[in-house]
């Protein structure tokens, strides 16, 4: 199956220090400057070299580095970008809709459409215990409130018709009331009488990205979102995932374009292999045991694995209960696949957590980026830079135009939107 | 009683068209431009002018014109502003305390230290049925749970102790634990774990603003506010206010000068006494009466007035259960006083609904401030500009200037903080 679009999607995803678990020790990594300083730089960068968006991850407590909650930032950046889009995370299971249909509605005016939210549903006992909660929900629960929240946050970003400014100043006339539809939404979860207080920016409505990897999360995801982000290992993986995806997206009456399926990639570039492995090698020098077993035990379902000797096999673990259950079942694989240790599957993971990593010259990275394009993997790709700023900027002067030199990506923006960039339909 | 310090605050409260409730109908007024666009040369305008802050009022339901949620906005001016303070309204009837500590400890890492926060309870049923109620919460619940809401942003803006950041990357240690506290709150409405997941900022934490005027409210805001917002309309109640509220503090054990009082100041300024006296009668003949009857409505407490004759007498209302109250009676005893008609009370209230108004000559505005200031009525003024750009620009360019030659306005900013605009100490 070949990918509809002949230009792949390119996403960045930020972290304060880069994505791998030491990318903070890298001797170049800024830990003095003020975040926002750090992704107005990674953001601006990513936007001369005419990336779709960048996006921020979120949690509501604090379980890695501090930062500054993401659709602040986004819209602190998108005063200094004028194309890249702009996506974060907010999750479902502790806000209300409205607060959310706001926030994104606003980024999306402030950035002129060039907003984008990561619904998910929140699987940490950590943020449970800042909401006034004993645990976190229980995913089923978590995803039927999740249903409900799209469909309210949606309803609500659609409440504003086509001419609902009048702007008469003569006959006393701003609004067509008619045109601003209340949403008077009932349900198991919510009660929302709408209208929206935010009226609707130039792409009509903010893009909606998901990650879940769960059956109940790509139905959701195949039924309401414009773009999946996923982890996926191996080639034959992801065909298997993108296969899986586009016909559930057709058995929902959606055309399969309507959804862009972009495998996270983990990429190390050098201007040689060597150059490529070194750079790679400095880096995995650098985990400290603790933190590679808190990112482990993190990964594959929180558990602590902190009394198993390091050099010894991953115990037996429960199925675990959170949202991490797909992730568990990816790095239990591969521990059992190759037969690796605590210590170097904490190792193998360190980097890209599970997803697609590879390691090498620029060419190296395009061809296998062109090898999941053109053979039913991905629409594209959500590059997760080892380093901020080094690991990115290689990224995005070493692959980014060799891609570009194969037609492969774009050399300047053609619209405005983000849904422009990612080849879809401007939102109801 | 002389106020304590010899310089003025001042505060711009912006809407998104001017304060005037007709104010959008101004020949001058651009209603097709995106708010940001707006309020980005606003807010560079009063930065020029050495403003303390510019503050959004916010409302979760569409109440009034369309606009952007205050925080998303405010953070994006703060990318294009270096100086000027930051205060946005967010409620805590419907939000989550630790979403909204995230925020504005974002909004103020991001501006370097320029946040605030005006605490506000809704008290609207329009916002009420946005969250999943069939009516808003009464006054005794609502400030029960912002007295705690309060506390618990304020615990977790103080979790984040001096050193909490190593930065060691040679021993592996980027933050001291034991410098970052947990808060572990449960009350009566909140239990919050903590810590905070965003660092604090050059401030120590954001300015906290309040407006309630009832028993309830002075009370919460002379134990936990840095400044206060309220609407005053003769100096004799300004000093009343005054008075009571710094007594307030005192017995709260706090210094007088750490709660700042701020009236709004509904200021129509002209060359002339006459070109005032036309600007005003300019937006005054461009009141309908449908809005007119509107907003006097809401303000006296969510009341139809429709049924009544413009020129008749306001008829007797019960007291309301609403927030409104003490607005509500003062509009009463200004209609009693006065022997007002409908149409004559809406026509007054059109413009500062309420507030400290005058329209004259900058001598004459500054006059007016100057004498509440050394009377003990103020220790400063929010600026409530009638129109937007122009009614901005009167005060800023006029009255402004007089201030300052007077010496009661600083001519540049010496610090960097709205805590060191506001001359208030550095928050724990």
Known sequence: MMAARKQLSLTAFLMR????????RHPD????SPPFEVYRDAVQRAERACLDAVFLADSVALTGAPSVEPVTLLSALAAVTSRIGLVATATTTYNEPYTVARQFASLDSISNGRAGWNLVTSDNA?????????????????YARARE???????????????????????????????????DYRGEHFAVSGPLNVPPSPQGKPVVVQAGS?????????????????AQATLADAQAFYRDMKGRVERHGRAP???????????VVGTSEQEAQDKFGLLQGLIEPGAGLALLGRMIGNFDLSGYPLDGPLPDLPVTQDGQRSRQQLLTAIAQGENLSIRQLYERIAGGRG???VIGTPEQVADQMQAWFESGAADGFNLMPPTLPGGLDDVLRLVVPELQRRGLFRTRYEGTTLRSHLGLREGK
Chains 1, 2 share one sequence.
Do not use: C, Y
């Not at 990594?29 to 003095?32: A, F, P």
């Not at 950590?126 to 978590?142: I, M, P, T």
């Open 29 to 32: 990594t800024d830990l003095v």
């Open 355 to 357: 997803h697609f990593t």
């Open 149 to 183: 929240f799209h469909d309210v946050v949606d309803g609500l970003w659609q409440g504003w018709e086509e001419g609902a400014f009048v702007n008469d100043k003569a006959g006393g006339r701003l609004l067509d009331s008619a045109k601003v539809r209340r949403l």
């Open 126 to 142: 950590a943020e449970a215990a800042n909401f006034g909660r004993e645990r976190h929900v229980d995913h089923a629960a978590r």
């Open 257 to 267: 374009d309507s959804l862009r399926i972009m495998p996270g990639i983990f990429a």
């Open 17 to 24: 220090h880069g994505h791998h678990v030491a990318a903070w």
């Open 214 to 230: 769960s059956e109940t999360g790509r139905e959701l995801a195949a039924a309401t979102a414009d773009v999946v982000f996923t």
